[in-house]
């Protein structure tokens, strides 16, 4: 079992720009596909994104695409998720999540790992 660990989370204002942190245990980081989901409150769990076990694969869901960028760094035991533009339909808990399985982790089911949670606030 892996444990994730995230951070950077906080409130920012509309057209700022925010970066996530998810550091992960164990020796076996690079085996796993990489995501961020979010959840706004009275509002189900969304896909985010995420990045394959190589790095080498990006997917975001559509209103985020050009505004956030989802990265790696195996050395590190790390994945980082930078957001930029922001906009209040962005405020949301974020979290982080890791799964053996690219088509498990994009569709939200049977996710091997979850982070406990970051709250992410924009305002005006």
């Known amino acids: 079992q892996v444990q994730l660990v995230e951070s950077g989370g906080g409130s920012v204002q509309v057209g700022g720009s925010l970066t996530l942190s998810c550091a992960v245990s164990g020796r076996s980081f690079s085996s796993y596909n990489m995501g961020w989901f979010r959840q706004a409150p009275g509002k189900e769990y969304e896909f985010v994104a995420a990045i394959t076990w190589s790095g080498l694969s990006t997917y975001y869901v559509d209103s985020v695409k050009g505004r956030f960028s989802i990265s790696r760094d195996n050395a590190k035991n790390t994945v980082y998720l930078q957001m930029s533009s922001l906009k209040p339909e962005d405020t949301a808990v974020y979290y982080c999540?890791?799964?053996?399985?690219?088509?498990?982790?994009?569709?939200?089911?049977?996710?091997?790992?979850w982070g406990q949670g970051t709250q992410v606030t924009v305002s005006s």
């Open positions: 999540a890791a799964d053996s399985r690219l088509d498990e982790l994009r569709a939200g089911v049977r996710i091997d790992s």
